[in-house]
């Protein structure tokens, strides 16, 4: 029993007017963690016009509990003015099955994190929300694992499920996580899904990002998904892999 390879074709997944897996790579770009309006707006307006999707964490699954935890529900409302503003769709991460109903009230798409990839009851109350789920792969699971989380999603009969590689744990500190970019090539090939890559918090190193950009795009993935901070050293949180909205720009241009 199986819903990763429902029907004979790539499954295309549909947030707003975006299609996930249509053969043209999706671009998701934003802060790591919505900080004011003032911020979620000066990151995005100028790559407003070069991204498909914005990204912005409203509850954040921090490390330390003493660590900014997110805005919240005030988040939400920020990222769905900026959305309305740009015209762009986004999504952002849901950490329990409680605040499901709340976050996909507003959220075009909801993000399952790394650390919650095997929360089965949030993968659970995501299926049943009907709404597009971004599944990141837990930092620590195999790609079995993953794909097994995905079907908690798939089994409640929602199969706009996209998946989201995002680094893995290994021996060597140099980067924050090993971006396993053969393990996405994989992944899409054991599934219908689409798989994205999020190459910020697969290297941790801002210099690693753009670098990954290109190879995500050149391995064929569905699309990337990048922090971009108006001021990557002020950031709340994940700074130090963040772009500028100059240097994302410089690297999408290598690209198109
Ligand atoms: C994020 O995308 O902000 C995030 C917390 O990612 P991950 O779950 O991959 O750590
Ligand atoms: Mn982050």
Not at 98 to 123: C, K, S, T, W
Request: proline content about 5%; hydrophobic content about 45%.
């Amino acid at each position: 029993m199986s819903y990763l390879y429902e029907g004979t074709d790539r499954r295309q997944v549909y947030v707003g007017n975006i299609m996930f897996g249509a053969g043209q790579p999706i671009i998701i770009a934003g802060p790591c963690a919505v900080e004011s309006e003032e911020q979620l707006e000066a990151g995005i307006a100028p790559i407003a016009d070069k991204i498909d999707m914005i990204r912005g964490g409203a509850f954040k699954p921090r490390t330390s509990p003493y660590s900014f935890q997110g805005l919240k529900e005030e988040g939400l409302k920020i990222l769905q003015k900026i959305s309305q503003k740009f015209d762009l769709p986004f999504v952002t991460e849901v950490l329990s099955p409680e605040d499901v109903p709340l976050v996909a009230e507003y959220a075009d798409m909801l993000q399952i994190g790394a650390r919650n990839m095997q929360n089965f009851a949030l993968l659970t109350a995501a299926g049943a929300s009907g709404k597009p789920v971004l599944l990141k792969r837990g930092m620590s699971a195999t790609l079995k694992e993953w794909l097994n989380a995905a079907e908690y999603i798939l089994k409640e009969g929602n199969m706009d499920v996209v998946l989201c590689e995002r680094g893995i744990r290994s021996f060597d500190a140099s980067t924050r996580n090993v971006f396993d970019l053969a393990g996405a090539v994989l992944a899409r090939g054991q599934s219908c899904l689409p798989v994205i890559a999020d190459p910020s918090h697969g290297t941790g190193v801002r210099e690693l990002v753009c670098p990954m950009i290109k190879a995500s795009l050149a391995a064929g993935l569905d699309g990337v998904m990048v922090e971009v901070h108006a001021d990557p050293d002020s950031a709340a949180s994940d700074g130090q892999q963040s772009l500028s909205p100059e240097e994302f720009l410089d690297c999408l241009a290598v690209i198109e």
